[in-house]
């Protein structure tokens, strides 16, 4: 906890830009993916997750980059993850993740044809494969997804359903902040190839497009966590279709509790088929630009920053050229 607090101090310190950020890197059956780092030039850049361009929030549900952020088209050296379904996915925030209150979503979206590459992110229909909303406690001082994802070394696992059909998808991994309102929206996409899946389509009731998918009228976009019915309400409604495998399909908005989907129950073994179409570091030295990440316990990108920054230990996890 100290730990905890005095990186997130240091991080208030330093800049604003800090207090807020993506998903960096992703953990596929044990293999390390390293994310795009949209603080280092484009150039070069080569990997699984589509590019994103800043570490600010989407404020509007209705902005046309909700789905893989701005500007998530393909990358020019864009890499495809191949995995089997049933297998657990994690990805990692910078470290440490700022933000506690509000909730965890994951998405899958299937791409027409045979590669996600190219394909724009909004004109897929997206379905819901695991949420966490408020987990106890009350909207005003309870504990959230988002809390738990900062507990869990600021990372999400996401087991990909054994009865997704096999294809090519994006995966948007997304967390909410709603320390402030409007609510912002922190997604980031990643793209797979799911092989050794089932037949279980989603239902047309739980497919979204996004923007479409939420509304600036969502219950749980617009809530203020510091209202006076925030110190006694202990449900929160989570934004978004229903779950992927749920049996109902109800109007999402009165889902009451959060729920951390456990659709599969692969083998371990599974993830040794799970293969890599590449994840060699990005950079090359001096080539981390200023506030690219540069080290921590886990980094195997380029650890050299550009003149005239130094990497600055943030955390453990996480060095950033400042
Ligand atoms: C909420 O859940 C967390 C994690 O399981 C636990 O540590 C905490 O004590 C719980 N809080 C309440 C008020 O139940
Ligand atoms: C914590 O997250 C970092 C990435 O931010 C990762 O490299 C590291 O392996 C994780 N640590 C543990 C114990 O999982
Ligand atoms: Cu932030």
Redesign the pocket.
Known sequence: MVFKLSGLIVLAAVSKTLAHGGVLSYNIGGQIYQGWQPYNTPTGQTGIERPWSTYNPILSPTDPTLACNDDGTSGALQLTATVKAGTPIIAYWNQVWPHPYGPMLTYLAQCPGSTCTGVNAATLKWFKIDQSGL???TVFA??WGSG?MI?QNSSWTTTIPATVPSGNYLIRFETIALHSLPAQFYPECAQLTITGGGTLAPTAAQLVTFPGGYSATDPGLTIDIYSNAAQTETTYPIPGPPLYGSASTSNPTTTITSTHSTTSTSPTSTSKSSSTTSTAPTGVPGSVAEFGQCGGIGYTGATACVAPYTCKVSSAYYSQCL
């Open positions: 987990i106890n406690g309870g504990y738990k507990d």
